[in-house]
C-alpha cells in the first residue's frame, strides 16, 4: 500500500456516519505546536474534503490557533520525553474518554509515544489508524543499551498495533519504509508519502541578500540535528579566513536527551559570525537573509526545514541520510557530505559559498522539486486519498 503525492485535485467521495453527519478523523499528537507546523496543510485538506477533524494533543499556546482552523480540540496530558507508568497511564485513560466520547472513523496518530499509547487506549475499540513514524528518533539512532531496548519493545508494539487494526503505518521516506519491513511489518500494511507539504504560494524564491555569505540552520537544537558538527564547521571555515555567517534558528528541547544546553547556545551566539535567532514564526524572513540552507542531521523522515528552504529557492548543505537526500539531492539541489563530519562540511559550505553559479542552479532546482513533488496540493491530496480509502473500512 505504498503511496506517492497525486498531483490531480482530489474529489473523494466520503462514507457517512450512521446518523448522517460527516466521518471523524482524529489527530493524536504529543504537542500543539508540533501538529501546527507539521500537520496542518493536511488538516486543512481532510476539513476541505469534508472531514470533520478534531486534534487530541498536549496544549500549551496552540489552542487559538487550533480553533481557528475549525478544528474541534481535547487536551491531553502528554509527558514527551518521559518513559513514567503513571504519566503513560493518564495520557492512555485520557485519550480513551476521547475515544469514547467521539467514536472516531478515523485515526491519524503522529510519532512512536503518541502511536503507541493511543493504540493501548482504542484497545476493544477497533478503528482504522495511519500510524505515522517519521524520523524515528532519538531511540531508532541512539546505539546506547536504553535506545535498543525500546527500540525492540516498540517494534513489538508497532507490530501488535498495526496487526490488531485495519490502518497503515506512514513513512515520509523508502529507508523509514525498509526499516518497518525489518522489523516484521507486513509490505501491504505500509504507506509512504513524502512529507507534511510545504506551502509553495505563501514560502517563494527571493534573490541572494547581499553582504558575507551566510547559511542557516532552521530546527530543534539537537546533536542528532547535527547542530555542533555544524558550529564546528564554521569554526574551521572562520579559521581558514572565510568570513561566511551562521544563523541558527530554533531552540533547544528539553524533553529529548539529545538537546543541547541554552547556556550552550548562548555561547555559540557571542563567537564571531553566528547569530541565535530562537524560534522563528516566519521562517521566510530567515532564507531571505541565507545563501544556502544547512542541515547536517543523523537522520530524518523528511526535513521541514529543507523543504521550506526549496520552496524559497535556497541551495543545501545537507548529510548523505535518509530523510535529508529525498530533498536534499546531491549534485542536483545540493551538496551531501557524512555524519558528524565538521571538516568535510567546511570543505561543502566553502565550495559552495565560493559558486555564485552553483547556488543558483541548485536554488531553481530546488524550487521546482518543491513544486512538483513537495506542496500542500500535492500532500494533501495523496493523504487525503489515503484517509478516503482507510475510513471507508469502517463502515
Known sequence: MTSEPALSKLTPVLPRRADGQPPRLLYVGSEDWAFLTH?????????????????????????????????????????RGQLSPLASLRTVLALRRVHRALSPDLVHRVAVQPTVLDGLAAFGRPVPAINAITGLGYTYISRSFKAR?????????????????????????????????????????????????VDVDRLRPTPEPDGPITVAFVGRLLDDKGIRPLVAAHRLLRARGTPVTLLIAGTPDPANPASVTQPEVEAWSHEPGIEWLGYVADIATVWRRAHIAVLPSRREGLPKSLLEAAACGRPMVATDVPGCREVAIAGETALLVPVDDAETLADAIGALAASPQQRA???????????????????????????????????
Open 39 to 79: 500537520r496542518l496543510p493536511m488538516a486543512r485538506a481532510a476539513k476541505a474534503a469534508g472531514f470533520e477533524v478534531h486534534v487530541a494533543t498536549h496544549v500549551v499556546d496552540g489552542r487559538a490557533a487550533i480553533e481557528r482552523e475549525g478544528f474541534v480540540l481535547h487536551p491531553v496530558p502528554f509527558a
Open 149 to 197: 531496548a525500546l527500540k525492540t519493545a516498540i517494534g513489538a508494539l508497532l507490530r501488535f498495533i498495526v496487526a490488531r487494526d485495519c490502518g497503515v503505518v506512514l513513512v515520509q521516506n523508502p529507508d523509514d519504509r525498509d526499516m518497518l519491513r525489518s522489523i516484521g511489518i507486513p509490505e501491504g500494511r505500509i504507506a509512504l508519502i513524502p512529507g507534511s507539504g
Open 361 to 395: 542552479q541548485f536554488g531553481r532546482r530546488a524550487r521546482a522539486l518543491a513544486e512538483q513533488r513537495f506542496s500542500d496540493a500535492a500532500i494533501g491530496s495523496a493523504v487525503v486519498d489515503l484517509y478516503v480509502r482507510l475510513a471507508a473500512k469502517s463502515d
